[in-house]
């Protein structure tokens, strides 16, 4: 079942439904557990009683037995909240092979959905964004709320530039409930930007995951010879050598990943790299594993 | 090496257009879309420096064509030595003109040039010349003395015109051949009448330092006998004269004593005064020859140093009148009279009339007639017309004269042209018509003064699309026509001969023209029985082809070779004497060649035009021609043509290789 992970065989799948359906299940089949499992009903421990604590938690066959009050407690006890931050500005439109860096982002993100939705049971909604909001999705966990993400994802297309700055206000209006927040973007500003601009979903408990989402290219460009380069974003021409592109370009691009890596832990923000030549379960594995940390 | 126009060498920087061009090629690349340029940084100077050039090969090609063509623009030279004492050449030119005839001027000439000779470097190369009317250059340059010497001792006095000007032109060819400086020697009698009109015409290169060697200081005087008028041919010794021209240059009054030989016998002598530098003429009455071709001249007793011109050769053929048949009708006795007079006149009785009435023409024999000429004649009887016409067509010629006559019938005889009308001027508004157009070209009419002020007044007009119109009326009616019939000619005068029609027999060059025409007829064009030296004698005419023709010369030789008397065209007289020719048409003559009489005046040219031609200031031209050419050592040498074929080569190349490369993109998808 690899293969459906792969981006360049999904790209040749139409719909972004199939092609979560495809990729979630395959992933889920690959984790060799029923695909019956689940957090919620999970016992987790017992704790002593202690005054104040809502009764109905009591466990009374314990306190029958032993005539000691003990709280039994549960994991994923309530459902978590999913929220998509999806960058949609131009420079996700760069590819080098078949899959865009916002193709990648919407299966990417239709992936989550399926999973969040189908699997979990989790409230899921969507914010695409440049440099400001332009579709928001709230989350929720009513029938066709998948069709309806899946839909927002479509009309994702990129445009104009990336802002953090300026949306963030209507992120904040947007996330007041505790929940997961994934922002899918290339992250082409300063990292103490990016941080300084995203920290403030954090306060209200969230938990923020950056999917750095980039070309195998921009990694490491390949130029056969000085080359003129224009930016999608601001069509800034420049002429680049090949020398530099080989030797400068990926110590800078790697100073950055490192750095917004860095800062992001330190904000408590969790990082994940997407490249888009490589398998989208990456993205479903830090998903789960957060999911499962946050129970 | 330099530049003889160096501001061209700024093309040099065309040069960096195809490097721009080839480094333009890689950066014209299309631009890459990118997501995001925040890592890049612009490196402009980075990216020139290490942005390889594409088709070297191609690239070198172009830039070489670009500067080889802005160094052929600038015209690069280099410098050869070319005056060391080793490479100079020494041109000793010797005069043999006619003048130099004059006393020991050659051999003065002679010896002087072998003692500049003895006094060269051994190992200088001299090369010896005689100079007429063109330069004859008898050695090359070579260093052997005794070889020099010996040309020297070959060259004999000439009888040609000296011309310094064709010295100066041919020394110019020399110089342009030789790459050398050269020190021309120059032994002659500096004669004034060699002189060309300019003085430019003796302009020598700046290479060739000119050492004259004056073998005549003095003016000489010289009696010459200048010219003769005489007839070349004679059919009446009685009424044949000769007139002698005899000249003095620079000469006292004296009395000359004037001779008239015939075939080395003096038949007569004629005592002339001549006055001081001045002309006289001698006039010998009649000119007695026997038939045939007589050796004549006209002689003067000699008293000066230069006694080849005093005597002046031509030749006289003596043979007798030719008849010419003169049809009329019995009434018309005025264009008898009037053609006959006009005949006698004019061609020196070398004709004699025959004048036959029409109705007794039948029984004349026409082929001992120079040629037949019918007046105005009605009809002819039959067997005569056709005789005559196989006269015509077997050679023979005839004049037409068509007057009223030819009104009352439809076609001209012999001619057989039709007569579209006859125009009666005399009854018209202007009373008569002249001649407009005339064609001087056609031997008949080659004076053409005076045809302006003939009357014509009545004149028939014919079809002229067959003949070759000569003469044509105000109204644009032919007057004379000439058509070939056979191998004869039939010319046909649309007027009368009689002062009835025209007022042409009473107008004086009513006799020219019957001489003209009679010549014409008759296929004898007058003779020329004396030449100058270096004139060109015409021994066939473009139609006589592979005929052979012959040239003895005054020495008796055959000059013409076989292959060139079967095809030369013309023969240049090149000393005088008799030459007796054969020519191409089977005409036997004799030529009488004179040296060119300004070469009788001996007064030389100058100091001061001497000094000028010298160009180097007098005695010491020497001493500073040796100066001139110490500073003249290295001479440039243009080396624009090397560079030319080498831009050839390049642009060859660089179409070969951009074609290949072309072929190379066009196939790439």
């Known amino acids: 079942m690899q293969r459906f992970l792969d981006p360049v065989v999904l790209a040749e799948i139409s719909g972004l439904d199939l092609i979560a359906r495809t990729v979630v ?259 479903l594995r830090q998903y789960l594993t957060i999911r499962q940390g946050r129970n | 090496m330099g530049f003889l126009a160096p501001w061209f060498l700024i093309g040099v920087a065309a040069a960096a257009l195809p490097i721009y061009l080839h480094l333009l090629r890689r950066h014209s690349t299309t631009p890459h879309p990118f997501s995001s340029l925040m890592f890049f940084e612009q490196r402009t100077q980075s990216s020139i420096r290490h942005r390889r050039l594409r088709y070297l090969l191609l690239l070198s090609f172009r830039v070489a064509v670009l500067v080889l063509l802005a160094l052929a623009f600038a015209n690069p030279y280099i410098k050869r030595t070319v005056a060391s004492s080793g490479e100079r050449r020494m041109l000793l030119v010797i005069d043999n003109s006619f003048s130099m005839r004059a006393g020991p001027r050659l051999s003065d000439a002679k010896r002087e040039a072998v003692s500049v000779l003895n006094s060269r470097h051994p190992a200088e190369g001299a090369q010896i010349a005689a100079l007429g009317s063109e330069l004859h250059v008898l050695t090359q340059p070579i260093q052997d003395s005794a070889v020099l010497r010996a040309a020297v001792d070959s060259i004999e006095p000439g009888d040609a015109r000296g011309s310094f000007g064709e010295l100066a032109r041919a020394v110019r060819s020399i110089e342009e051949a030789a790459h050398a400086p050269i020190e021309l020697h120059l032994f002659s009698d500096m004669q004034k009448t060699d002189m060309p009109a300019s003085l430019a015409e003796m302009a020598l290169p700046p290479h060739v330092s000119l050492i004259l060697h004056p073998v005549a200081k003095d003016t000489l005087p010289n009696w010459a006998v200048e010219s003769v008028q005489a007839p070349s041919q004679v059919w009446d010794p009685k009424k044949a004269h000769v007139e002698a021209v005899i000249a003095g240059y620079h000469t006292p009054a004296a009395s000359r004593m004037a001779s008239l030989v015939v075939n080395g016998k003096i038949v007569d002598s004629r005592k002339v005064d001549v006055p001081a530098g001045g002309r006289a003429t001698a006039v010998f009455p009649s000119l007695n020859v026997p038939y045939g071709w007589s050796r004549c001249e006209v002689r003067i007793d000699s008293a000066d140093s230069l006694a080849a011109d005093d005597n002046y050769l031509f030749a006289v053929e003596r043979s007798d009148p030719e008849p010419v048949l003169f049809i009329h009708e019995s009434a018309d006795s005025r264009s008898p009279l009037y053609f006959g007079s006009a005949l006698a006149s004019a061609a020196e009785a070398s004709f004699t009339l025959d004048s036959v009435p029409v109705d007794r023409a039948s029984s004349t024999v026409l082929s001992k007639y120079a040629f037949v000429v019918l007046s105005d004649v009605i009809s002819l009887p039959a067997p005569f017309e056709n005789d005559l016409l196989r006269y015509v067509r077997g050679g023979g010629s005839v004049l037409i004269a068509a007057g009223t006559s030819a009104a009352h019938r439809a076609r001209i005889p012999v001619l057989d042209e039709t007569v579209i009308e006859a125009h009666d001027y005399s009854r018209n508004g202007e009373r008569f018509a002249t001649v407009a157009e005339t064609d001087s070209s056609h031997p008949s009419l080659q004076s053409s003064e005076g045809w302006a002020g003939v009357k014509f007044y009545y004149a028939v007009a014919v079809d002229p699309s067959s003949s070759r119109v000569i003469a044509r009326l105000t109204d644009h009616t032919p007057l004379l026509l000439d058509k070939k019939i056979g191998e004869g000619h039939s010319l046909l005068f649309a007027s009368g001969l009689d002062d009835l029609t025209n007022d042409f027999p009473v107008q004086p060059v009513f006799v020219p023209f019957v001489r003209q025409v009679a010549r014409y007829l008759s296929g004898t064009e007058e003779q020329k029985g004396s030449r100058l030296v270096d004139s060109f004698l015409e021994l066939r005419t473009t139609k006589e082809e592979a005929v052979s023709v012959e040239v003895i010369d005054p020495a008796g030789h055959r000059p013409l070779s076989l292959k060139e008397a079967a095809s030369t065209q013309s023969y240049q007289l090149r000393s005088a004497g008799f030459y007796s020719v054969r020519l191409a048409n089977g005409r036997q003559d004799l030529v009488g060649v004179n040296a060119d009489r300004r070469e009788s005046d001996l007064e030389p040219i100058p100091e001061d035009t001497l000094t000028l031609w010298g160009g180097k200031g007098g005695p010491d031209s020497q001493h500073q021609a040796n100066l001139g050419e110490h500073q003249d050592q290295e001479r440039p040498r243009s080396l624009w043509w090397y560079a030319m074929v080498v831009v050839l080569v390049a642009a060859l190349g660089e179409s070969l290789l951009a074609g290949r490369y072309l072929v190379t993109l066009a196939e790439k998808p």
């Open chain 1, 25 to 283: 299940d395959g992933f889920v089949a690959g984790l060799h557990r029923s695909p019956d499992f689940g957090f919620s009903q999970e016992f987790a421990e017992y704790r002593a009683y202690s005054p104040g604590d809502d009764l109905r938690h009591v466990d009374w066959n314990v306190f029958a037995r032993t005539e000691r009050a003990y709280l039994k407690r549960y994991r994923g006890e309530t459902n978590s909240l999913l929220t998509v931050l999806l960058d949609a500005s131009n420079s996700m439109n760069y590819a080098s092979g078949k899959v865009s860096k916002m193709d990648y982002a919407r299966f990417t993100a239709a992936c989550l959905f399926y999973l969040a939705i189908h699997n979990q049971r989790d409230a899921a909604g969507l914010i695409v964004f440049d440099d400001e909001v332009r579709n928001y999705i709230r989350p929720s966990t009513r029938q066709g709320q998948i069709n309806r993400l899946l839909h927002g994802l479509e009309l994702a297309e990129p445009r104009a530039r990336t802002d953090f700055a300026k949306p963030l206000d209507h992120f904040r209006q947007f996330l007041r409930r505790r929940g997961l927040v994934l922002i899918l973007s290339d992250f082409y500003e300063a990292p103490e930007t990016i941080i300084r601009t995203i920290e403030p979903l954090r306060f209200h408990g969230n938990e923020v995951v950056l999917f750095h989402v980039l070309d195998p290219k921009e990694l490491r460009p390949d130029l056969s010879g000085p080359a003129i380069l224009f930016d999608l974003e601001t069509n800034l021409r420049m002429e680049v050598t090949p020398e530099y592109a080989s030797n400068e370009y990926p110590k800078r691009i790697e100073a950055h990943i490192t750095a917004l890596r860095d800062r992001a832990r330190s904000a408590r923000m969790d990082y994940c790299l997407l490249v888009t030549d490589r398998p989208l379960d990456a993205a």
